[in-house]
């Protein structure tokens, strides 16, 4: 709850986005409430800390997660990382130890991720999505 109103969502087992509650007295784009569900708590940095997710939801750094496209690119960057010839042991690793958290597994995983460049990859996605639909994504600039 907030002065805004209630605000709420409820995660599933894997830690997606599984249900909205949203309560609030004004205009309130819910075609952008809809393309939160199914997308995982960490593409949206800062999540677990936020009081008020109306605010939240509000930064230009959560914009992007509400464009039209979004679920497209999500798609286009996990079917390129599907698709490399070492990507294996990063994958096999999060599948076979989905629940295991601990800061050595986590380490390693982000040294891999790293190290064979993924991040890099992930990256010009972003900046090839962000330079395309630059109109409707005005507060992102890329370099």
Not at 11 to 22: A, R, V
Not at 79 to 88: F, P, W, Y
Not at 94 to 100: C, F, H, R, S
Request: with cysteine; proline share 3%.
């Amino acid at each position: 709850s907030s002065k805004h109103g209630e605000f709420r969502l409820y995660l599933d087992q894997h830690e997606k986005i599984s249900g909205i509650h949203c309560l609030f007295h004004g205009y309130l784009p819910t075609e952008n409430l809809v393309q939160l569900c199914g997308i995982h708590q960490s593409t949206l940095p800062g999540l677990e800390e936020a009081d008020d997710l109306f605010v939240f939801f509000q930064q230009p750094k959560v914009l992007a997660v509400f464009h039209d496209r979004f679920f497209d690119l999500r798609k286009q960057m996990r079917k390129a990382i599907l698709c490399r010839q070492d990507s294996g042991s990063l994958i096999a690793e999060i599948v076979l130890n989905p629940e295991t958290r601990d800061s050595e597994r986590i380490n390693k995983l982000r040294n891999t991720w790293h190290g064979k460049k993924f991040s890099q990859e992930v990256e010009e996605r972003l900046r090839v999505f962000i330079k395309k639909y630059n109109e409707e994504l005005p507060v992102y600039t890329v370099q």
